[in-house]
């Protein structure tokens, strides 16, 4: 692996994008809406959880990767998810056991409708729930490529850094913009990263339309799942 934790030849990247292909065709099921911490599912799988701007096109980038449309309910009103939703990813063997890991989909931030007592709400939530999840892999933190990092998306960078939560930056919507406009962006964030302490060095750009980036960011999340072996799990099926 290289220094951003990447495959460092052909034949090991080919493997690396395999194995995130092979995870995400697996099963995917929702499991439940979380309001408080208390409902929280017990941590006996690896989570990865989803977080950004209201209307930055989280669940759509969610449905992208596990090729699934309607997985993550998509809406055109921003801020419409308020609960941690909670999807079990991996086959389903006999004998209970295999690669899986937790996705939780986190409500989104910075809808300027949201009321001060809402956005509190938010960071309560979601800033109990990283400060609790021994088994919180990595978050994937979701920024609009039109619009670069804004305020808001520091702010949560600053949270995550002050949780110690290891996170990804990943840019959606990249089909919106030219090849040189989006090389400027995908620049100017991996510039940003460099001021946060647990942000991770490698920037992502993706596109649930034309399926830009989904590959690697599927090999990604993969790639935090320990042990993975999927010929074992393939035999047991």
Known sequence: MDEKGGPEDEAEHAAYLEQGRWLFAQACDFLLGVVSMKQLPAM???EVAFAGRSNVGKSSLVNALTGRKTLAR????????KELN??????????GEGPALYL???PG???????KTRVEAWTDLVMSYLQGRANLQRVILLIDSRHGVKP??????????????????????AD????????KV????????KKHPAAHPEVIATSSVTKEGIAELRAHITALVPDLDMGSALAER
Do not use: C, I, Q, W
Request: aromatic fraction near 8%.
């Open 109 to 115: 931030y910075g809808y300027a409708r949201e009321t």
């Open 152 to 173: 808001n998306d520091r702010e949560v960078m600053s949270l995550l850094d002050k949780a110690a939560v290891s996170y990804l930056a990943v840019l959606t919507k």
């Open 74 to 81: 998509t809406s055109n009103t921003p801020g419409r998810t």
């Open 176 to 183: 919106k913009l030219k090849p040189s406009e989006l090389k």
């Open 86 to 95: 909670y999807f079990r990813l991996g086959p389903h063997t006999e004998s």
């Open 104 to 106: 939780v989909d986190l």
């Open 44 to 46: 006996d799988l690896p």
């Open 186 to 193: 995908v620049e100017a964030t991996a510039a940003e990263l």
